[in-house]
T-cell receptor
Framework: AQSVTQPDIHITVSEGASLELRCNYS??????LFWYVQSPGQGLQLLLKYFSGDTLVQGIKGFEAEFKRSQSSFNLRKPSVHWSDAAEYFCAVSNRDDKIIFGKGTRLHILP | GAGVSQSPRYKVTKRGQDVALRCDPI?????LYWYRQALGQGPEFLTYFNYEAQQDKSGLPNDRFSAERPEGSISTLTIQRTEQRDSAMYRCASSSPSGRAVQHGELFFGEGSRLTVL
């Protein structure tokens, strides 16, 4: 069965600094990969997704993620964070039969 | 509707009572998912439907939990004989006008139903 690991429960960065959130997955074939964001008291919103092709995918709000098959990773990056990026970020994985499994999340804190 | 609608938004019940949580997906969306999210945790998969067919119920914790979507639109998640450990946010999501949720790639989540079992 597929699984997702987000090793960092909390990450704190200064406003304007770069960001990388880690995600590792376990799955026998090439999975479909996603990053979602959840602001406090809100639902989840899709940031970006990877199905195939170019391993560097661009998403909304200036985020990008890179699929690295050799490392079973799909890390989320942003060159310069804004205070409004403070939220919880979830990596998710799916195989071809449509069940989408989420990681436990990384909470991002932004220092002014 | 314009978005995924869940009701009730908040439910407080006593241990042993049955509860029914409702999800009204985005009009035309074929796939409907139920997740449970404990505080500080990620969404935990419970079950999902394509049209009225329940495709996977492997995430339902035990036989007290059941879900249905009889006409392929509105879905109900029922928890019988609730226990305190059932307290959580229950989130519904819908996806995919084409019927292929993963290929579409985006789940649209409702605001959730927060269940508290006393």
């Amino acid at each position: 069965a597929q699984s997702v690991t987000q090793p960092d429960i909390h990450i704190t960065v200064s406003e304007g600094a770069s960001l990388e959130l880690r995600c590792n997955y376990s799955y026998g074939a090439t999975p479909y990969l996603f990053w979602y964001v959840q602001s406090p008291g809100q639902g989840l919103q899709l940031l970006l997704k990877y199905f195939s092709g170019d391993t560097l995918v661009q998403g909304i709000k200036g985020f990008e993620a890179e699929f690295k098959r050799s490392q079973s990773s799909f890390n989320l990056r942003k060159p310069s964070v804004h205070w409004s990026d403070a939220a919880e970020y979830f990596c998710a994985v799916s195989n071809r039969d449509d069940k989408i499994i989420f990681g436990k999340g990384t909470r991002l804190h932004i220092l002014p | 509707g314009a978005g995924v609608s869940q009701s009730p938004r908040y439910k407080v019940t006593k241990r042993g009572q049955d509860v029914a949580l409702r999800c009204d997906p985005i009009s035309g969306h074929v796939s409907l998912y139920w997740y449970r999210q404990a505080l500080g945790q990620g969404p935990e998969f419970l079950t999902y439907f394509n049209y009225e067919a329940q495709q996977d119920k492997s995430g339902l914790p035990n036989d007290r939990f059941s879900a249905e979507r009889p006409e392929g639109s509105i879905s109900t998640l029922t928890i019988q004989r609730t226990e305190q450990r059932d307290s959580a946010m229950y989130r519904c999501a819908s996806s995919s006008p084409s019927g292929r949720a993963v290929q579409h790639g985006e789940l649209f989540f409702g605001e959730g139903s927060r269940l508290t079992v006393l």
